[in-house]
């Protein structure tokens, strides 16, 4: 599903994202990837996406190679994943059913099969009462759960999720992980970064990885409480 | 199995969607662009205009040839016949002296009388030739031949400043003609560009979403189109009420003019306005969307 060898990546002004990351990660895994502010976690998920490319060594995502040339490959991976980002990227203007129907408009899906999918995902967020309003006119917490939408009802094979307890409170936060973790389907992988090394206490399932300085190490649920 | 038009109401929702964004900047860009095709309905009808009356004056354009006034009838008959059958020459026929004579009455007028100080008629018969006007020289290189023939009005002058004017015409309609087609073009894509540039943030989701860069170009393009067309609109209408109100008015005031009837020019300068503009449209637009790449 996920594997990188001895990947590096340096940003054009010199600053080092990531150093010589060995990582596998397989097929329906949850992956908690934890770490203070700047330590990479951040560079991790944008070269999954394909936003950056490797600097040295060689990553491939859902059999895919992420390189420069690889657009239409990194494009097809991208179709493939429900990405949650830090600052939703819901678009302005248009409804929540709307926001969450457009992020699968261009897959090839009927249309009444968007339209079913849109619905049951934002039920399943508990905003489907909200569905005709304007992603504007939303809280903070109402926008984060339009997103969460958006990513499930593409069905994907990978849920990424960039820091989505960042500024929940603590109940709220292990509820947003509770959220995540009952929406996963069997064979989804789910990769959510976080810095609140706290909230994994609370859960049960998933592993973690643990970023610092660009290196990428598997922790044990005793190491992340420590 | 795929429906290619399954978006079709998403992208003209979209398209609407860029246009009321930037909602008083596009409305001056449908206006610049109607007015730009208004200038150029307006040289198109001019052009329209002066092919037309020069393709009446290149039918009136003649040259008169003076023959041996000794020749018989059957040889003056040879002459007219072998005349008549050079290629370029549209007809040929004898004036005979009081023709000539009368013809002069009518060009004098009031001052006629001058003609009575003549004891005989001054005037020679000739030979009255009507010739396409480009094949003037190869008629006259033909005539040489001729050995009947003492002389050759063959108004070079005037056809020759008849050719530049024509020459003048048509190079200056076409500068004109691609001046307005390359700024419309360059107004387009400007739009479109500045319509990508306001929606940067939604086509960077998209982008992250995986969209396809048709998908999310085309509403970019739509719009693009349609100022162009509703552009092309506005010009047709002005240019239409210009016709209907002004056009009639010169033509009664110049009957002496061989101006065609303002009828006869709409449907060729909507056609070409319908046309030109979903043209310019689609080039403006693609030119837009390939300078952000």
Redesign the interface.
């Known amino acids: 599903m996920i594997k990188a060898e001895d990947v590096s990546l340096v940003y054009p002004d010199g600053t080092v994202g990531l150093k010589d990351v060995e990582l596998h990660i397989e097929k329906g895994e949850f992956v908690y990837i934890i770490g203070p502010s700047g330590s990479g976690k951040t560079s991790f998920l944008k070269l999954l996406?394909g936003?950056e490319y490797p600097s040295s060594g060689s990553m491939q995502v859902l059999g895919q190679a992420i390189h420069k040339d690889e657009e239409k490959g990194i494009?097809?991976?991208?179709?493939?994943?429900g990405?949650v980002?830090q600052d939703f990227?819901l678009?302005r203007?248009r409804t929540a059913l709307e926001n969450v129907v457009?992020?699968m408009?261009?897959l090839?899906l009927?249309?009444a099969e968007i339209y079913f999918r849109a619905e049951e995902a934002l039920q399943r967020v508990g905003l489907k009462h909200k569905k005709s309003s304007y992603v504007e006119t939303l809280s903070w917490g109402q926008g984060q759960r339009v997103a969460i939408a958006r990513a499930i009802a593409r069905k994907p094979t990978m849920i990424i999720a960039d820091e989505p307890t960042g500024n929940l409170d603590f109940d709220n936060a292990v509820n947003m992980l509770d959220l995540l973790t009952s929406l996963k389907e069997k064979d989804t992988t789910v990769i959510i970064t976080t810095h609140a090394t706290h909230l994994i206490d609370e859960l049960d399932e998933g592993r973690i990885l643990y970023v610092d300085n660009g290196n990428i190490d598997n922790l044990s649920r005793e190491g992340a409480a420590l | 199995m795929?429906?290619p038009f399954?978006?079709t109401a998403?992208y003209i929702k979209e398209a609407k969607?860029i246009f009321k964004?930037d909602l008083s900047s596009n409305i001056l860009s449908i206006l610049s662009i109607g007015l730009i095709f208004f200038i150029l309905t307006l040289i198109l009808t001019g052009w329209l205009i002066s092919n037309n009356i020069v393709e009446i004056i290149e039918k009136e354009t003649e040259i008169s040839i003076y023959y041996n006034e000794g020749l018989e009838k059957d040889s003056l008959d040879n002459l007219l016949t072998k005349i008549g059958n050079i290629q370029g020459i549209r007809d040929a026929k004898i004036v005979s002296e009081d023709e000539s004579y009368d013809r002069m009455v009518d060009i004098l007028g009031m001052e006629a009388k001058i003609l009575n100080h003549f004891e005989n008629n001054p005037f020679s018969s000739f030979i009255e030739v009507k010739i396409e006007m480009e094949s003037l020289d190869h008629i006259l290189n033909e005539l040489e031949y001729f050995q009947d023939i003492d002389y050759i009005r063959d108004n070079r002058q005037v056809i020759d400043r008849l050719q530049g004017i024509i020459s003048i015409i048509e190079v200056l309609g076409l500068i004109l003609f691609l001046a307005i087609g390359i700024c419309t073009m360059i107004i387009i894509s400007h739009i479109i560009r500045q319509g990508i540039y306001n929606n940067r943030?939604?086509i960077?989701?998209?982008?992250?979403?995986?969209?396809?860069d048709g998908?999310i170009q085309l509403p970019f393009f739509m719009e693009g189109l349609f100022l162009t067309i509703i552009g092309g609109g506005i010009a047709g209408v002005l240019w239409f009420i210009l016709i209907k109100l002004g056009y009639g008015n010169i033509y009664n005031l110049l009957p002496f003019m061989p101006l065609p009837h303002g009828d006869e020019f709409v449907w060729p300068v909507i056609t070409f306005l319908t046309i030109f503009s979903t043209f310019v449209g689609i080039i403006g637009s693609r030119f837009g969307l390939k300078s952000i790449k």
């Not at chain 1, 494009?75 to 994943?81: A, D, K, L, P, V």
């Not at chain 2, 960077?204 to 396809?212: E, M, R, V």
Request: glycine share 8%; charged share 25%.
């Open positions: 996406m936003i494009r097809n991976i991208r179709q493939q994943m990405p980002f990227k678009i203007g457009l992020g408009r261009f090839n009927p249309k | 795929r429906n399954k978006n998403y969607t964004v943030d939604e960077y989701t998209l982008k992250l979403l995986g969209a396809p998908f």
